[in-house]
């Protein structure tokens, strides 16, 4: 299986602090990964590595292939998919939702160009439907329901068959319903077998999608475990990278933690 994100002895130094700290990863195209780690842990830095928006300080950083420092950033940006707050941010709150995503084809937010390709158009309707958005096509981003502009980021990180998938917290701030709809769709997104290579950051073991097969934890910007899910997400993992005493259980690939 090819590698779509390889890194070798990774650090980000910022302000003098070792932001991200020695860190050798490597994700292969048919592995869905899930990141966590506490507050300032350094969960979004490694995104931003994985992303090709930051390079590391030292270590080499391998993306989809080819080495940050040595690749033009912008010829490998369009290859990743990748969701965020900061990003959906960027989105206009008038933008009709069918528009936010088919707009991705062409990497810009904000409609600036009447001709699309029909192809591209049809596409784009499909890549709705899969996220049960088919119905808020017409729709202004800016009046969705956070759970429905989740999805439409998702949607919009699809759109262009990316080769490696990245989320930053795609379930953080949804209420229960909205919540489990999304990890449905991204758990059949993920156990698909043409489905890229995948890294969601997430703050809760509730918002692991139950098709995820590994976990990375990050604690002070060094791991603390990784390897296949149910060998990492335990309660003496989780309780040594969090501080906590913990429970951890685990139902049909779906995980609770409890402080105990
Ligand atoms: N450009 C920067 N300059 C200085 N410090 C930074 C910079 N970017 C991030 N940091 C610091 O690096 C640490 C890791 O930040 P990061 O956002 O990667 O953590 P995180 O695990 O995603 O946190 P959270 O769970 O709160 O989102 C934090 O202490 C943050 O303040």
Redesign the pocket.
Same mark, same amino acid.
């Given at each position: 299986m090819a590698s779509v994100l390889e890194l070798n002895d990774v650090s980000v130094v910022?302000?003098g602090?070792r932001?991200l700290d020695s860190i050798t990863w490597t994700v292969d195209s048919d592995e869905r990964w899930v990141i966590l780690?506490?507050?300032?842990?350094?969960? %979004? %830095?490694?995104l931003s590595i994985a992303s090709a928006s930051i390079h590391p300080s030292s270590g080499t950083a391998l993306v989809l292939g080819e080495k940050l420092g040595k690749v033009d950033v912008f010829e490998l940006r369009p290859r990743i998919g990748f969701a965020s707050t900061a990003l959906a941010k960027r989105i206009p709150a008038d933008e009709r939702v069918v528009n936010v995503v088919l707009t991705a084809a062409y990497s810009v937010t904000g409609r600036w160009n009447e001709t699309y390709e029909e192809l591209d158009v049809k596409r784009a309707r499909r890549v709705l439907a899969e996220w049960k958005l088919a119905h808020l096509e017409n729709r202004r981003f800016g009046d969705l329901s956070d759970g429905e502009q989740k999805r439409v980021q998702i949607a919009r990180a699809v759109m262009t068959d990316p080769e490696m998938l990245l989320l930053d917290e795609p379930a953080a701030s949804l209420d229960l319903g909205a919540r489990e709809e999304l990890l449905q769709l991204l758990s059949g997104y993920a156990s698909a077998p043409s489905a890229p290579g995948m890294v969601m950051?997430t703050?809760h073991v509730e918002e692991i999608p139950s098709a995820f097969t590994h976990a990375l934890l990050?604690a002070n910007?060094r791991v603390t475990a990784s390897g296949r899910i149910s060998d990492v997400i335990t309660a003496e993992n989780l309780g040594s990278t969090f501080g906590l005493d913990l429970e951890v259980t685990e139902n049909d690939g779906r995980y609770t933690a409890r402080a105990r």
């Open positions: 910022r302000d602090n932001i780690g506490p507050n300032g842990a350094g969960k %979004t %830095t490694l950051v703050h990050l910007g």
